[in-house]
């Protein structure tokens, strides 16, 4: 085998893994980062990429069917899907380089395209390598997670890194989860003219504002989209057509769903196993590696865990940690890595983003000293130029205008929250969000008028009037 000794291995080259790979090796660490599938990991690969490039496609065919809004002649949209595959591909192909093997070699990384595995608490090992590192950083991800339900062996099943490479457009799409990741990829296919049911146990959106949520699901309903809210799968069977699965609801009403395809979209499962980790003493459970605030591993000291191997959940989560290990580690901060509040983005149509507490959330910690103001896409000058006015912007607002959380949920709604994440990141009140002088017309006035609002009551209270009438009289 032949040996290294460095400052810094990785293990996984997803998200979190290049972030810290290339800024270890700028910064003059050696790295060894091992990747055992493709650079990039899930979200170049089979996630946020390949999705959006889907939703992308799907947004084109529902402008077709609803160019009568703008009194153009609306047509339904005939879609070629080896050419929506294509597209997917050369999208995922245009981003490739950034995360390519040549590229972090570039920065001096030692890349080792082999499985890895703990050997002891410092040491990792694959086929053809050993590596003794003074850190080592578990980055590995995760994959969907496919619930125990009788007859899944029976049947084919799709997660997202198999779905964007089926050779026909499903006839109806059978979409097991109702989050993120369900509401999303079923709502494109949807668009793209299949007909799709989704099934979730709990409630469709359960992270979100539900006044958010049920915009976004009556949208769906209107669009064509079964859903079965409260709704478990009891079995499935294969069908002459594809499959079947079993339904019951909590009043043990039951049911059958017939489909052409399946997608499981129920939940995400940590990249864990073949690591060894009981060889290298670190704690751990089916959701992640147990860690402390700085995301170090709380039974082995020379351990990190970044992305969803600490739990993540999202792309920009696992960057950010990047930048928490090398602000702790390279430059001996000390920053947690709940430090900043974290963006949520669902990108349905319309989008529905969120950031810090809900209004429930708010109410339940904080109690009746929470406000919350609210503005409409209706009241907003471009989305009645766009005839695109569903939705809203909520801000949730505790002692002394501190900003506790906010929620929109409209069209471009991911990068509307942008200025919110910011004056939350800042440590700044409403005010901030009232401040800036905004370009006329644009969607993102809708933050400044619901920031507005909350100061409204104050501005045109009685007291300033009374102000007003006596500064009035000075010459």
Same mark, same amino acid.
Request: aromatic share 6%.
């Given at each position: 085998?032949?040996?290294?000794?460095?400052?810094?291995?990785?293990?996984?080259?997803?998200?979190?893994?290049?972030?810290?790979?290339?800024?270890?090796?700028?910064?003059?660490?050696?790295?060894?980062?091992?990747?055992?599938?493709?650079?990039?990991?899930?979200?170049?690969? &089979?996630?946020?990429?390949?999705?959006?490039?889907?939703?992308?496609?799907?947004?084109?065919?529902?402008?077709?069917?609803?160019?009568?809004?703008?009194?153009?002649?609306?047509?339904?949209?005939?879609?070629?899907?080896?050419?929506?595959?294509?597209?997917?591909?050369?999208?995922?192909?245009?981003?490739?380089?950034?995360?390519?093997?040549?590229?972090?070699?570039?920065?001096?990384?030692?890349?080792?395209?082999?499985?890895?595995?703990?050997?002891?608490?410092?040491?990792?090992?694959?086929?053809?390598?050993?590596? *003794?590192?003074?850190?080592?950083?578990?980055?590995?991800?995760?994959?969907?997670?496919?619930?125990?339900?009788?007859?899944?062996?029976?049947?084919?099943?799709?997660?997202?890194?198999?779905?964007?490479?089926?050779?026909?457009?499903?006839?109806?799409?059978?979409?097991?989860?109702?989050?993120?990741?369900?509401?999303?990829?079923?709502?494109?296919?949807?668009?793209?003219?299949?007909?799709?049911?989704?099934?979730?146990?709990?409630?469709?959106?359960?992270?979100?504002?539900?006044?958010?949520?049920?915009?976004?699901?009556? *949208?769906?309903?209107?669009?064509?989209?079964?859903?079965?809210?409260?709704?478990?799968?009891?079995?499935?069977?294969?069908?002459?057509?594809?499959?079947?699965?079993?339904?019951?609801?909590?009043?043990?009403?039951?049911?059958?769903?017939?489909?052409?395809?399946?997608?499981?979209?129920?939940?995400?499962?940590?990249?864990?196993?073949?690591?060894?980790?009981?060889?290298?003493?670190?704690?751990?459970?089916?959701?992640?590696?147990?860690?402390?605030?700085?995301?170090?591993?709380?039974?082995?000291?020379?351990?990190?865990?970044?992305?969803?191997?600490?739990?993540?959940?999202?792309?920009?989560?696992?960057?950010?940690?990047?930048?928490?290990?090398?602000?702790?580690?390279?430059?001996?901060?000390?920053?947690?890595?709940?430090?900043?509040?974290?963006?949520?983005?669902?990108?349905?149509?319309?989008?529905?983003?969120?950031?810090?507490?809900?209004?429930?959330?708010? *109410?339940?910690?904080?109690?009746?000293?929470?406000?919350?103001?609210?503005?409409?896409?209706?009241?907003?000058?471009?989305?009645?130029?766009?005839?695109?006015?569903?939705?809203?912007?909520?801000?949730?607002?505790?002692?002394?205008?501190?900003?506790?959380?906010?929620?929109?949920?409209?069209?471009?709604?991911?990068?509307?929250?942008?200025?919110?994440?910011?004056?939350?990141?800042?440590?700044?009140?409403?005010?901030?969000?009232?401040?800036?002088?905004?370009?006329?017309?644009?969607?993102?006035?809708?933050?400044?008028?619901?920031?507005?609002? &909350?100061?409204?009551?104050?501005?045109?209270?009685?007291?300033?009037?009374?102000?007003?009438?006596?500064?009035?009289?000075?010459?």
């Amino acid at each position: 085998m032949k040996e290294y000794k460095v400052d810094l291995c990785i293990i996984g080259a997803g998200s979190a893994g290049l972030s810290l790979a290339a800024g270890a090796a700028q910064l003059g660490l050696s790295v060894v980062l091992f990747e055992a599938g493709e650079m990039g990991g899930d979200c170049l690969n &089979y996630g946020c990429v390949p999705s959006k490039a889907l939703i992308a496609a799907a947004h084109a065919a529902h402008a077709l069917r609803n160019a009568h809004r703008f009194g153009i002649a609306a047509s339904e949209p005939k879609v070629d899907w080896a050419s929506v595959k294509a597209h997917i591909k050369g999208v995922i192909a245009a981003i490739a380089p950034n995360d390519s093997q040549e590229r972090f070699e570039g920065f001096g990384v030692t890349v080792i395209r082999e499985r890895a595995r703990f050997e002891d608490a410092r040491s990792v090992v694959s086929d053809s390598v050993r590596v *003794r590192a003074r850190r080592i950083v578990i980055a590995t991800g995760s994959h969907a997670a496919v619930p125990p339900i009788p007859g899944f062996n029976r049947i084919k099943i799709h997660t997202n890194e198999t779905i964007f490479n089926i050779e026909e457009l499903p006839r109806h799409l059978i979409v097991l989860g109702g989050g993120a990741i369900g509401v999303e990829l079923g709502q494109a296919f949807a668009q793209l003219g299949s007909h799709v049911t989704i099934i979730e146990a709990a409630t469709m959106l359960g992270a979100a504002d539900r006044d958010a949520a049920d915009i976004v699901l009556a *949208r769906l309903r209107t669009e064509g989209v079964e859903i079965f809210e409260g709704w478990r799968a009891l079995d499935a069977t294969p069908s002459p057509s594809g499959i079947v699965l079993n339904l019951a609801d909590p009043n043990s009403a039951t049911r059958e769903v017939e489909g052409s395809h399946l997608l499981v979209a129920a939940g995400r499962t940590p990249n864990f196993e073949g690591l060894n980790l009981e060889a290298a003493g670190i704690a751990f459970d089916r959701r992640h590696i147990t860690t402390s605030a700085t995301l170090r591993s709380i039974s082995n000291s020379n351990v990190w865990a970044l992305g969803d191997a600490a739990g993540g959940g999202f792309t920009h989560t696992a960057g950010w940690h990047a930048s928490v290990f090398v602000r702790n580690v390279l430059f001996k901060a000390r920053t947690a890595a709940d430090a900043l509040p974290m963006p949520a983005v669902t990108f349905c149509d319309p989008e529905l983003a969120q950031i810090g507490l809900t209004e429930r959330q708010a *109410r339940e910690r904080f109690g009746a000293q929470v406000k919350t103001t609210r503005w409409d896409f209706h009241d907003n000058d471009r989305a009645q130029a766009q005839r695109d006015t569903e939705g809203f912007c909520k801000l949730v607002i505790g002692k002394g205008g501190a900003i506790l959380g906010a929620t929109i949920v409209g069209a471009e709604a991911g990068e509307l929250i942008a200025p919110i994440a910011l004056a939350m990141a800042s440590k700044l009140g409403m005010r901030a969000l009232t401040t800036p002088v905004l370009p006329y017309p644009t969607r993102g006035e809708i933050v400044k008028r619901a920031a507005g609002a &909350y100061f409204t009551p104050t501005l045109f209270s009685p007291m300033t009037r009374a102000l007003v009438s006596l500064l009035k009289q000075i010459p």
